[in-house]
């Protein structure tokens, strides 16, 4: 079976379990940047060197335990749709997309590791993991790490650290990045002041799909900036500490919601929830917003919220490639939005929907 | 018991039946204006006469069988929200919830039958059905006409008619009114159009609740203008043919909207009924698009959707007046429309809204 054919069908494995803080935090990802010693960088190289080498970074990786059940694909040999389907995943970049010539991916079954290979750098070690396990993620991908480096020898400076493409990764090549769900601060409206905190700091925020990207029912990504002169141990324990300042201020702001608008937050919550349940058509953005409140009902005790790991799943899968991608067809995006409706209800367990008899 | 506190509990028993194209008319009302000779006008009498008059048609009404197992009472003794609830009920006008002295009210216990006493005429008959049904209501309303005039000289002028207060009702003194739900023609956007030409054959179209009030939820009242110069059957069939062309413009209308925007539609009114299924607060202004919405989906024929006499009810006893009443209490604003979103869930069987466990 093809690898992909396959991911369409189930739930995704990494998170199927809430983790660590999961009412709030969705995943902690770690990144790590790497680059092989003799092998010109991506940008500078010629096919015939990133085939070569690509080969050899996708050899190297499947002989890991961590991918002995995994797949390797080279993307610019995907369908277009394909490709959008692993970047929904956050299995790959948006560049990737676009990208030709020799650049693959490596990926356990579960997806919680896989290998970017030739994207802006020559390797990309990735580890997702759901709620908020920083640490246990980092060592995850630390070991991927040492492991490649067996094979593979990865261009490090005394001075500088590990060398990439662009300065802003040199040193650690590390980010650390955890996907929170901030909809109290945002009500209350104390978000704003909270991110340019957190930017001053040394840290970035950053929409639902990463860099550049509009933040989409209140998920924030919160990341490590700094990459050159402090350890990865010093990265990995400022974004901790900010991370769980900003989970007590959320908590404090549920609780003033919870005692001066407690009916207003369970309307806005209960009328998504109606809306996920029964609308006909659904939007792609739209239905982040949807989500997004019912995970709030659910992080405030609601009972009869579908849970967390259901509304994580549908999140992720409810996005168009994923859609299309099950439907095994292309879809303009009104048949989309009928289909994401029909889906979502399927998967919450909705069953008396009305509909016309024809 | 006191007679209203009775009709607080139970459904609206003329309203139990959809009738005839019950799908798209609510009801059809008939209203009969009479003066009784030897007393003068209600807004020209002191109030002793009126007192005099209205025990006299008090008695007679009551001895009618229409009345057998009827209730009457005094306006002015009632508590304002006694009188809010009789007006939501349409059995008396907004003028009468404000009047001092002796005005009163006899209805039958299905309130199908009514008699307004000293409102703006001595006696305003009243016969409410559900549905289409011009012909059968005005015989009932004559019927009830017939039997009081034995005992009350009704003031009648060979030329000009019946004699009322206000010139507008000189004749015939009959108002005929359905009560017709028109989305399709609204979404359309042909309803003004058609709404003048109603209004150049010499009928009216008023919202609601009656003369001077909005337009909710695509209902619309049309009845005759004219009371003088033409007879009851003229007056009658007129209307009839009217509200028909109406009734068959609105059918196009929806096969219209069925051929060219389905899923929209069918997406705007699970909407709507998701937002009545789920919602924790719901206004009384609201809540009748809402029902409007839900009432187009049982029209089209959308299986799961709330049975129209489910959803006539639900919007006669979810009035303000009507909740308070049922509550035993004034209710602020706020109170009321958490009251009745929980009482629309349980009359529309509803059983699995979330709550926050506390």
Same mark, same amino acid.
């Given at each position: 079976m +093809?690898?992909?054919a396959e991911m369409v069908?189930?739930? #995704?494995?990494?998170?199927?379990?809430?983790? *660590?803080?999961?009412?709030r935090?969705?995943?902690t990802?770690?990144?790590?940047?790497?680059?092989?010693?003799g092998t010109?960088?991506?940008?500078? &190289?010629i096919d015939?060197?990133?085939a070569a080498?690509g !080969?050899?970074i996708?050899?190297?990786s499947?002989?890991?335990?961590?991918?002995? %059940?995994?797949s390797?694909v080279q993307?610019?040999?995907?369908?277009?749709?394909?490709?959008?389907?692993?970047?929904?995943?956050?299995l790959? $970049?948006?560049d990737l =997309?676009?990208? #030709?010539g $020799?650049?693959?991916?490596?990926?356990?079954r !579960?997806?919680?590791?896989?290998?970017?290979?030739?994207?802006?750098?020559?390797?990309r070690?990735?580890?997702?993991m759901p709620g908020f396990?920083?640490?246990?993620? @980092?060592?995850? &991908?630390r070991?991927?790490?040492?492991?490649l480096r067996?094979n593979? *020898?990865?261009a490090y400076?005394?001075?500088l650290? @590990?060398?990439?493409?662009?300065?802003? +990764?040199?040193?650690t090549?590390?980010?650390?990045?955890?996907?929170?769900h901030l *909809?109290?601060l945002?009500l209350t409206?104390?978000i704003?002041?909270?991110?340019?905190?957190? =930017?001053?700091?040394g840290? =970035?925020?950053?929409?639902? @799909?990463g860099?550049? =990207?509009?933040?989409?029912? +209140?998920?924030?990504?919160?990341?490590?900036?700094?990459?050159l002169? %402090?350890?990865e141990?010093?990265t990995?324990k400022k974004?901790?500490r900010?991370?769980?300042q900003?989970?007590?201020?959320e908590?404090k702001?549920? +609780?003033t919601?919870?005692s001066d608008?407690?009916?207003q937050i369970? !309307?806005k919550?209960l009328?998504a929830l109606?809306t996920l349940? @029964?609308?006909r058509l659904l939007?792609?953005g739209?239905?982040i917003?949807?989500?997004?409140?019912?995970r709030f009902?659910?992080?405030?005790g609601m009972k009869?919220v579908?849970?967390?790991p259901?509304?994580n799943? #549908?999140?992720?899968?409810c996005?168009? &490639?994923?859609l299309?991608?099950?439907?095994?067809?292309?879809m303009?995006a009104e048949?989309?939005? &009928?289909?994401r409706a %029909?889906?979502i209800?399927?998967?919450?367990?909705v $069953?008396?929907v009305p509909r016309r008899e024809v």
């Amino acid at each position: 079976m +093809n690898p992909i054919a396959e991911m369409v069908q189930g739930p #995704v494995g990494w998170l199927r379990n809430q983790g *660590p803080e999961g009412d709030r935090i969705l995943s902690t990802r770690i990144r790590l940047a790497r680059n092989v010693v003799g092998t010109r960088f991506c940008g500078r &190289a010629i096919d015939a060197e990133l085939a070569a080498l690509g !080969d050899q970074i996708e050899h190297s990786s499947l002989l890991l335990p961590e991918f002995a %059940e995994g797949s390797a694909v080279q993307i610019s040999k995907l369908p277009i749709l394909d490709r959008q389907f692993l970047l929904e995943r956050h299995l790959i $970049s948006h560049d990737l =997309t676009a990208e #030709v010539g $020799s650049r693959g991916l490596v990926w356990a079954r !579960d997806e919680s590791r896989s290998v970017m290979i030739n994207e802006e750098d020559h390797v990309r070690i990735q580890v997702l993991m759901p709620g908020f396990q920083v640490e246990t993620a @980092y060592a995850a &991908a630390r070991e991927v790490d040492e492991k490649l480096r067996v094979n593979l *020898p990865f261009a490090y400076d005394e001075s500088l650290g @590990y060398l990439t493409a662009c300065p802003t +990764n040199v040193g650690t090549g590390l980010r650390a990045s955890v996907l929170i769900h901030l *909809p109290a601060l945002v009500l209350t409206q104390r978000i704003k002041k909270i991110l340019k905190g957190v =930017t001053q700091v040394g840290l =970035t925020v950053r929409g639902f @799909y990463g860099e550049g =990207t509009e933040v989409m029912g +209140n998920f924030f990504q919160v990341s490590n900036q700094v990459t050159l002169g %402090e350890t990865e141990a010093e990265t990995l324990k400022k974004l901790d500490r900010v991370v769980r300042q900003i989970l007590d201020w959320e908590k404090k702001a549920e +609780n003033t919601l919870l005692s001066d608008a407690e009916l207003q937050i369970e !309307d806005k919550i209960l009328r998504a929830l109606g809306t996920l349940k @029964y609308s006909r058509l659904l939007g792609s953005g739209e239905v982040i917003g949807l989500l997004s409140a019912a995970r709030f009902g659910s992080t405030l005790g609601m009972k009869n919220v579908p849970p967390v790991p259901v509304l994580n799943d #549908v999140l992720l899968r409810c996005q168009p &490639a994923h859609l299309q991608r099950l439907a095994g067809r292309e879809m303009v995006a009104e048949e989309r939005n &009928a289909f994401r409706a %029909e889906w979502i209800q399927k998967n919450l367990g909705v $069953s008396d929907v009305p509909r016309r008899e024809v």
